[in-house]
């Protein structure tokens, strides 16, 4: 069965274009498409009303909470989240209760995500053993059933020798590795990030100047093991030098940052709001748009959401001891739309970061509009305005920093393999 | 007396007017707890509770003090030993505490903001005695009423603040109040215990001690505490004294009529020479003692009249 979508503004992060244009769907892929007008033959029509048609995000370092916690979120939310956001492909983390760490862990959330998810789900696998830097992961045999990346998530490799004999070994299998550039010491025991606003609130805090120093540590072994390496999270303007050498010298390195450090800074925690509490924590607004400008210019690859559920219980303490991270699936492109609509990302930008780039990071055909690529489609209008309701996400946890935002962005439609999983009433 | 404030959580939301109409009553408590009969009326009938999640003293016995003459009935509780060991939460805790129905509550607790979050999800005055390195207002209410009846005044003053102003809420609550009266602060200390972007509350700071205190009016000394000391943060005891103890020599670069001023408990030799801490020409130590009940007197009795007031209100304009 064939559907046309007309008279939609093409986003295509390939050929950085935004244009009017029409889309014809196929068996699950992309048929053909082109500018203009075009006569429809024997098919569905779809009447996108001049609103922008583009591929459906690709969201690497979504944590959905199975095995484990459950009741934070389940494969079933955290999908009709990530519908409801325009997420089509989601990449989950590994740092679940146990952590995804041997074949046999991912073959259950490999399960339950194929039975309760509407959008495609990746799994990304934890690179040492429970997540505690000691001893690597099965690393072959993960690869086997599934796991496209390997992580520690938050946590760092501390030991330099077991990193790089993870490293190493990966190195062999052609795996990707994606770490959490940080210094442990340094880091130990922050929630914010030192300046004048950790100062006054009297929070333990973190340089930023140790972001930098565990990206050197790593850039180094990447050069000693020509690992395949990915970090998660780059939100510091002095990162950013070290992270355009390695570029430079050919290594094979790509970095992230979450949507919230693009669009928050350390000054939104406020009177200790815990919704705000992310790591690494919120940045000083010069770096902020250190990376904003970074993400521009094609330094840093990749924006996430690094949608983090947490329940009400593990927020309302005292902001050290309140658990960090935040929902972000249904957030991540409204969110995007302040720097769209500040003039600081155009479109094709934006979704050359959250589709094109880590589709292809990951070895995908998806995150792109072309003839033969998947119908991984999102629909949205970049202008509605809306105040968000976090009691109204799909989430099951509402831990948003954006509960009450004004935000402008709406996701109109999401196709998976060409099906409708979600249509806004 | 202007004082619309619900709690007294920091300084920061205190206005210049506001903290001198507290200073101005605390004044007419120190006469009271000067004379024979001590007891006032202002908090007669109501319940405080103090809440110490760390363990004090005299910040306690202060506030218990307080009440006491004020007619209060005052229960403690010593948290560090109780529920939270437990496992109940800080909110859960507060929640129980708020059906008992408290009309003040004093909360300490180790993590900054605690004492913020707690004072959402109760219908009572709260009181901060000290979170985590967040703030301790009334220790900077009554460190100004200090000086104020030293000096004469709590204006165009050059105040030094010297030690461990890192983890110090006694510190930030200072700097806070004193920026607001218009005084010139200056820290001194050495640079692994000066907080990160402190130069931007408008400071200055020193890591000499014999610069920093050149013609102070106000020497206020910080403990240095115990587990910072080894290694850490500084080398070692004898050369934190030897470059940031206030001894004779260092002090005589100070104003010849600076006072020197100390929170307690004191590190006799540590931060503070014992001799200087004792002299009575110059320092002020136990007079900051007496003022911080004159100064708790009266931050409670102005939050208990704002209580009633508003409770007064409710009910006037309730149906029924």
């Given at each position: 069965m064939r559907t046309l979508l007309t008279n939609a503004r093409l986003i295509d992060p390939e050929a950085q274009t935004d244009a009017p244009g029409w889309l014809r769907i196929e068996g699950g892929r992309i048929l053909a498409m082109g500018p203009g007008e075009t006569a429809a033959g024997d098919e569905d029509v779809i009447d996108c009303g001049a609103k922008c048609l583009a591929p459906g995000i690709v969201d690497i370092g979504v944590k959905v909470c199975e095995p484990g916690e459950r009741h934070k979120e389940s494969y079933g939310s955290a999908g009709l989240a990530a519908a409801a956001g325009g997420v089509t492909t989601m990449v989950t983390r590994p740092d679940t209760t146990p952590a995804i760490d041997s074949p046999e862990v991912l073959e259950f959330v490999t399960r339950r995500a194929r039975e309760a998810s509407p959008v495609h789900v990746l799994h990304m696998a934890a690179l040492t053993k429970n997540r505690e830097g000691r001893e690597m992961t099965e690393i072959g045999f993960l690869m086997d059933a599934g796991a496209v990346a390997f992580t520690d998530c938050d946590r760092v490799v501390a030991d330099t020798k077991v990193f790089s004999r993870a490293l190493?070994?990966?190195?062999?299998?052609?795996?990707?590795?994606?770490?959490?550039?940080?210094?442990?010491?340094?880091?130990?025991?922050?929630?914010a990030t030192s300046g004048k606003f950790a100062s006054l609130r009297g929070l333990p805090a973190v340089t930023p100047m140790a972001e930098r120093m565990g990206l050197d540590r790593d850039i180094a072994l990447v050069e000693m093991t020509g690992a395949r390496y990915h970090a998660d999270q780059i939100t510091t303007a002095r990162a950013l030098p070290a992270l355009a050498r390695a570029k430079a010298n050919g290594f094979d390195v790509t970095a992230g940052v979450s949507v919230h450090h693009l669009t928050l800074n350390e000054f939104d925690v406020s009177d200790y709001r815990t919704f705000f509490k992310v790591k690494p924590p919120l940045r000083a607004e010069d770096d902020r748009m250190a990376v904003v400008e970074a993400v521009q210019g094609g330094l840093i690859d990749i924006i996430s959401s690094m949608h983090t559920p947490q329940d009400e219980e593990s927020k309302r303490l005292p902001f050290e001891e309140a658990a960090a991270g935040a929902v972000a699936l249904e957030t991540l492109l409204p969110a995007l739309?302040?720097?769209?609509?500040?003039?600081?990302?155009?479109?094709?930008?934006?979704?050359?970061?959250?589709?094109?780039?880590?589709?292809?990071?990951?070895?995908?055909?998806?995150?792109?509009?072309?003839?033969?690529?998947?119908?991984?489609?999102?629909?949205?209008?970049?202008?509605?305005p809306?105040?968000?309701?976090?009691?109204?996400?799909?989430?099951?946890?509402?831990?948003?920093?954006?509960?009450?935002?004004?935000?402008?962005?709406?996701?109109?439609?999401?196709?998976?393999?060409?099906?409708?999983?979600?249509?806004?009433? | 007396m202007s004082f619309p404030h619900r709690h007294l959580l920091g300084i920061e939301p205190l206005a210049p007017a506001h903290i001198t109409a507290l200073l101005?009553?605390?004044?007419?408590?120190?006469?009271?707890?000067?004379?024979?009969?001590?007891?006032?009326?202002?908090?007669?009938?109501?319940?405080?509770?103090?809440?110490?999640?760390?363990?004090?003293?005299?910040?306690?016995?202060?506030?218990?003090?307080?009440?006491?003459r004020l007619g209060a009935d005052v229960m403690n509780m010593g948290m560090q030993t109780s529920s939270l060991k437990k496992g109940e939460t800080l909110i859960d805790?507060?929640?129980?505490?708020?059906?008992?129905?408290?009309?003040?509550?004093?909360?300490?607790?180790?993590?900054?903001?605690?004492v913020d979050l707690l004072a959402q999800k109760v219908n009572c005055a709260v009181l901060n005695a000290g979170d985590g390195r967040h703030e301790h207002?009334?220790?900077?209410?009554?460190?100004?009423?200090?000086?104020?009846?030293?000096?004469?005044?709590?204006h165009r003053l050059n105040v030094a603040i010297c030690g461990d102003i890192a983890h110090s809420r006694v510190a930030r609550s200072n700097i806070l109040l004193l920026g607001k009266m218009e005084n010139r602060v200056r820290l001194i200390g050495p640079p692994t215990l000066m907080p990160a972007g402190i130069a931007e509350f408008g400071v200055e700071v020193y890591d000499d001690m014999r610069e920093g205190l050149k013609d102070v009016d106000v020497v206020m000394m910080l403990r240095l505490q115990k587990e910072r000391m080894d290694g850490g943060f500084i080398p070692s005891?004898?050369?934190?004294?030897?470059?940031?103890?206030?001894?004779?020599?260092?002090?005589?670069?100070?104003?010849p009529d600076a006072i020197?001023?100390?929170?307690?408990?004191?590190?006799?030799?540590?931060?503070?020479?014992?001799?200087?801490?004792?002299?009575?020409?110059?320092?002020?130590?136990?007079?900051?003692?007496?003022?911080?009940?004159?100064?708790?007197?009266?931050?409670?009795?102005?939050?208990?009249?704002?209580?009633?007031?508003?409770?007064?209100?409710?009910?006037?304009?309730?149906?029924?």
């Open positions: 190493t070994y990966a190195r062999s299998l052609g795996a990707l590795v994606i770490a959490h550039p940080q210094e442990p010491g340094l880091s130990a025991g922050a929630c739309m302040r720097l769209y609509h500040a003039e600081q990302l155009t479109l094709p930008e934006i979704f050359r970061a959250i589709a094109l780039n880590p589709a292809r990071r990951l070895g995908r055909d998806c995150g792109r509009l072309a003839a033969c690529a998947p119908a991984d489609l999102v629909l949205f209008d970049p202008d509605a809306f105040v968000l309701d976090r009691a109204k996400l799909q989430s099951k946890s509402k831990n948003t920093p954006f509960d009450g935002a004004r935000m402008q962005g709406r996701i109109l439609a999401t196709w998976v393999d060409g099906a409708i999983v979600y249509r806004r009433e | 101005d009553l605390a004044e007419t408590y120190v006469d009271l707890n000067r004379g024979e009969d001590k007891h006032g009326v202002e908090l007669a009938g109501l319940t405080q509770i103090n809440m110490f999640f760390e363990a004090s003293t005299r910040t306690q016995a202060s506030f218990e003090l307080a009440g006491k805790t507060a929640l129980t505490l708020n059906a008992m129905r408290p009309d003040l509550l004093v909360v300490r607790h180790p993590h900054s903001g605690a207002p009334t220790q900077a209410l009554l460190d100004a009423l200090t000086i104020r009846r030293a000096k004469g005044r709590l005891e004898r050369e934190y004294f030897h470059r940031y103890g206030l001894d004779a020599e260092k002090l005589a670069l100070a104003k020197v001023m100390h929170p307690g408990p004191m590190n006799r030799g540590v931060e503070i020479d014992g001799e200087i801490a004792d002299d009575i020409n110059r320092s002020v130590i136990q007079e900051q003692v007496e003022m911080g009940v004159a100064v708790r007197m009266a931050a409670m009795h102005l939050l208990a009249r704002n209580l009633r007031a508003a409770r007064a209100q409710a009910r006037a304009g309730a149906p029924g």
